[in-house]
């Protein structure tokens, strides 16, 4: 499949393949409007920044999540410009890797919302870890496949098709990672490759019905390396995590805010980008250049390479100053 990505006055649009497919863009994003936005992960970092975008453009909005005090919180936190908004904010607990759990929460937002379809699903909720290739445990490989690729796939068997089948506009999107473009290191990069795959099979099967999109950012000041704590019994329980966790600190100092990948989000929506890439403003380019690299380490050497970010690297190594910022 051929696609081009086309730069005009009005920002990079996604021109139709050979076969005539286009990612439906929605230049005016009231045509979501009234709708209902579907957010899993939706508590905190990136998809919480996605609930308050979905409310600012007069959507109503479903925080989906596995943490059920931040749910609470998030719908306290909202509730202000929910009601100034004119819509509602819902929350529901979910684990997404269960599909007994996202089915019920269809069923739970097609209760509460008779009359109003979903425009908007958001497959954010991720979680990190896993480890090494070679020495991940199976608890390991279905924790971090699980809720990465098997949740996003609940989601999109739960919603989708009913969204497709409808006479209204909508979109979909889900979460990966700069780890989804280039080159995979360890089990969270082969969930990320999944989870763009995923998408991309998805693009090509809704042919334009609904516009499909995949974002894949470089650092976030979110609490994903603390995911471990939310481990469902299944797969081994909740893992502790240090009070004090320097990598954690490092994410919240220097990682972007969750907020530009929302606005990001919503851009791609107008414009029907389909790969979105959000990049930090002390690491710019980074993940288009690195999947560039992957590319032609493919194509011309035939071996894959090793990701060479400093701004990565020193996120990981508290002892490495951060550049530009130490």
């Known amino acids: 499949m051929l696609c081009r990505f086309v730069r005009t006055k009005r920002g990079p649009t996604m021109a139709a393949d050979e076969h005539g497919v286009q990612n439906n863009a929605h230049p005016d994003l009231d045509v979501l409007a009234g709708g209902v936005a579907v957010v899993t992960g939706g508590a905190s970092g990136i998809g919480f920044a996605l609930v308050e975008k979905a409310i600012d453009g007069g959507m109503h909005a479903v925080i989906a999540d596995i943490e059920a005090a931040a749910i609470a919180e998030a719908e306290s936190r909202l509730a202000d410009a929910a009601r100034a908004a004119g819509v509602e904010v819902f929350g529901h607990r979910v684990d997404v890797s269960a599909e007994a759990d996202v089915l019920e929460l269809e069923a739970a937002v097609s209760a509460r919302f008779p009359d109003n379809p979903v425009s ?18 199976d608890i390991d490989w279905d924790f971090v496949l699980g809720v990465n690729v098997k949740g996003v796939a609940n ?6 098709p009913k969204m497709a089948s409808g006479d209204a506009p909508g979109s979909v999107m889900a979460t990966s990672s700069q780890d989804g473009l280039c080159a995979a290191q360890g089990v969270y990069g082969v969930s990320k490759h ?6 991309e099979a998805l693009y090509q099967e809704l042919r334009g019905r609904l516009s499909v999109h995949v974002l894949c950012p470089n650092v976030v000041a979110t609490n994903i390396v603390t995911s471990e704590r939310n481990r469902p019994e299944r797969f081994g329980g ?21 907020s ?3 606005d990001l989000v919503f851009d791609a929506i ?24 992957r590319m032609k380490a493919i194509l011309e050497d035939g071996l894959p390479y090793r990701p060479r970010s400093a701004y990565i690297a020193s996120m990981f190594n508290p002892r490495t100053p951060m550049p530009g910022k130490d």
């Open 260 to 262: 530009r990948c929302a």
């Open 270 to 293: 107008r414009t029907g980008t389909f790969y979105i890439m959000a990049e930090s403003e002390d690491d710019p380019g980074y993940v288009r250049l690195e999947a560039e690299t």
């Open 155 to 160: 989601c999109v068997r739960a919603f989708v």
């Open 194 to 199: 999944a989870c763009v795959a995923l998408m």
């Open 238 to 258: 909740p893992r502790r995590t240090s009070a004090a966790n320097p990598v954690l600190e490092r994410f919240k100092a220097f990682g972007m805010p969750p």
């Open 120 to 137: 908007l699903l958001c497959c954010n909720a991720g979680v990190g870890g896993g480890g090494p290739v070679s020495r991940a445990s």
